[in-house]
């Protein structure tokens, strides 16, 4: 150990960053390169047969994107982190580590609406079958265990109702089963939720949302939290067994705790490709730098919007664990005491007609499909994030034909409520 | 001492003062762990000693195998153990029959020994378990940031340029480049005045 352990704000500005070698560049540099020159072939062997740590070719690493991995790795406190050209390619290439054809894992019906999508078609092509469960209902994820589960997946603060998972309820059924639990931090971010303290085995995030948090920049990245045994029965072959495309090489046995952080990324990047460009690497670590600050901000701002809609006469009902009205509430305190996000939904009396109407009229808020900006947004899921759910999964799923979704910014709050007052009453 | 976990600056001192290092357990196998963290450490100017009796005769990286500890002809700083747990307090033992005696006996990644690492420590020997040195000189230097792995630690300071104290940009091999044929005309002709 050492002296200090440096808190969170100076990890979002300092960690995997320093000095440009080279040049003294003190913010990170863009390395806007496909390829990387080796010093020899015999440094190209080493580097190709994962003897040396070092740069080859941007679908593989990059320097300025390896800032970024150390960086969410170190907010979260994980060992490694892969990043991806987005969340989804982050989904993909951490379940093609764990799963074979045929095989399972088991996700909470309350998701993000594009993760239902991928989970039920895209991985069902390849074999991998999801199987859902209720996380308000912590039997239901017992229950589903079977002989070919793999892995469980939940999400921290679900999208879009804004409900809390009892992550440490969850990892305890994972740890019975002897499967990791995958928990999608991504409407939390770990300056809110760090996971893997509650006993994630593995954190997914959607960059592009709160921690880019500028609506600028596409990313996605997995986090190792360097606590699951991948070699302790035959389940997880990608990291235990020898493997062919490295001449025989184990990945547990060679790189200990962050294996399969390297699996992820030789055998899922190097094979799949959806690599991460470094200028969305740039970017989303220049947003990660103002994490903190703008999480208070966000937190506070949706915290004031919701306790505002809450009294208004044409509000039937509002979703944020924030309000100690709401059933999460206790969830919220323990899971995040700073502050419940800046993501929830509410319904209003008039049904779906005055849904769209309110969207309609707003004037700040920005209608469009995405969470997590600076800006904030307003969004009717059932007939765009979730459109494709049937009405009883988009009812189960948070996004009934009546709501309608918000992701709160950083604006001054006043003018954020003068934008809904005037919505409401147009 | 605590084993559970080991201050940066105790790491540091170690692989910063050993300069010859024996492997017990290493292995030909260019896909072993072994094989990586030999190559490795000899890349970076470690005088490294193969050791498995099996392999006598043969050499890695260009380094003879010996068969045991005690064959070796020079004095011993880090003896790097790739054996598993059961095998460790033979190897302490060998150990200290060695005069002198090494200054550090490291197990590797999933090796701990404690008992073992009690009776080195009691003859001044330092002890690092279920770690690799590999890693642990990657995670310092922060090559193994590259890799995207948390190396915990944070700096502003800019580490030293590879070139420093050599020679190397002189050296590179190039072909010519453009011309100056302005500059040089430029030149001629002030030369033609004065």
Same mark, same amino acid.
């Given at each position: 150990m050492n002296d200090r352990i440096p808190g969170f704000a100076t990890l979002a500005v300092h960690a995997g960053a320093q000095p440009d070698p080279t040049t003294g560049a003190r913010a990170t540099p863009i390395y806007q390169t496909t390829s990387f020159v080796f010093n020899d072939s015999d440094h190209a062997a080493s580097l190709f047969g994962l003897q040396s740590f070092g740069n080859i070719y941007t679908r593989i690493t990059n320097p300025t994107t390896s800032v970024l991995e150390e960086r969410v790795a170190a907010l979260e406190g994980g060992t490694a982190a892969l990043a991806t050209a987005s969340g989804h390619a982050a989904q993909v290439v951490a379940f093609q580590q764990l799963l074979m054809p045929g095989d399972e894992f088991i996700a909470s019906r309350k998701l993000y609406g594009g993760s239902i999508n991928q989970f039920s078609h895209a991985f069902k092509s390849f074999g991998w079958n999801v199987v859902w469960a209720d996380s308000d209902d912590i039997p239901s994820f017992e229950r589903a265990v079977t002989p070919r589960t793999k892995a469980i997946f939940i999400e921290s603060i679900a999208n879009p109702g804004g409900s809390i998972t009892d992550i440490e309820a969850i990892a305890a059924v994972a740890r019975k089963a002897g499967v990791p639990l995958i928990v999608d931090n991504t409407l939390a971010t770990p300056y809110l939720i760090r996971p893997i303290d509650h006993g994630a085995d593995i954190v997914i995030h959607s960059l592009t949302k709160f921690l880019g948090g500028h609506g600028n920049s596409l990313g996605g990245i997995i986090v190792d939290a #360097?606590?699951? !045994?991948?070699? *302790? !029965? /035959? *389940?997880y072959p990608m990291l235990s067994e020898p493997r062919p495309e490295y001449h025989g090489i184990k990945l547990q046995e060679t790189f200990g705790n962050f294996a399969f952080a390297i699996a992820c990324r030789v055998l899922g990047l190097r094979d799949l490709g959806p690599a991460l460009s470094p200028f969305n690497a740039f970017l989303i670590l220049t947003g990660i730098e103002t994490l903190p600050l703008r999480m208070q901000r966000h937190c506070e701002n949706a915290k004031a919007v919701a306790e505002w809609l809450s009294a208004h006469e044409a509000v039937a009902e509002v979703n944020y664990s924030g309000l100690p009205s709401n059933r999460y509430h206790t969830l919220a305190r323990k899971y995040a005491p700073k502050g419940a996000g800046a993501v929830f939904t509410f319904s209003l009396k008039g049904g779906y007609e005055a849904g769209v109407s309110l969207v309609s009229n707003l004037k700040l808020f920005s209608h469009l499909? /995405?969470? #997590? !900006?600076t800006r904030s947004l307003v969004i009717h899921p059932a007939s765009t994030t979730h459109s494709q759910l049937d009405d009883d999964a988009k009812t189960r799923s948070g996004a009934g034909p009546d709501v309608v979704r918000l992701s709160i910014g950083i604006e001054d709050k006043e003018d954020l409520i003068a934008d809904l007052e005037q919505a409401l009453s147009a | 001492m605590n084993h559970d976990s080991y201050s940066d600056d105790y790491i540091r001192e170690i692989l910063n003062s050993v300069k010859t290092v024996a492997m017990v357990g290493a292995s030909p196998q260019n896909v072993r762990p072994s094989y990586f963290v030999f190559k490795y450490l000899a890349e970076r100017g470690y005088d490294m000693i193969p050791i498995n009796p099996g392999q006598v005769g043969k050499s890695l990286v260009g380094k003879p195998f010996v068969a045991s500890l005690r064959e070796i002809d020079r004095p011993i700083d880090m003896i790097d153990v790739f054996r598993s747990a059961e095998f460790v307090m033979p190897i302490v033992d060998d150990a200290l029959t060695l005069n002198p005696l090494p200054k550090v006996i490291w197990l590797q990644l999933g090796v701990r020994n404690d008992e073992a690492a009690t009776k080195a420590e009691a003859a001044g020997i330092k002890v690092v378990m279920n770690r690799c040195p590999k890693i642990e000189y990657g995670r310092l230097s922060s090559e193994i940031s590259w890799m995207g792995v948390n190396s915990r630690t944070l700096s502003s300071k800019r580490a030293p340029p590879p070139t420093m104290g050599m020679r190397l940009s002189l050296n590179r091999g190039s072909i010519g480049g453009g011309g100056t044929d302005a500059a040089d005309r430029a030149a001629k002709n002030k030369n033609d005045i004065v």
């Open positions: #360097g606590t699951f !045994d991948w070699s *302790k !029965d /035959n *389940k499909a /995405n969470v #997590g !900006d | -």
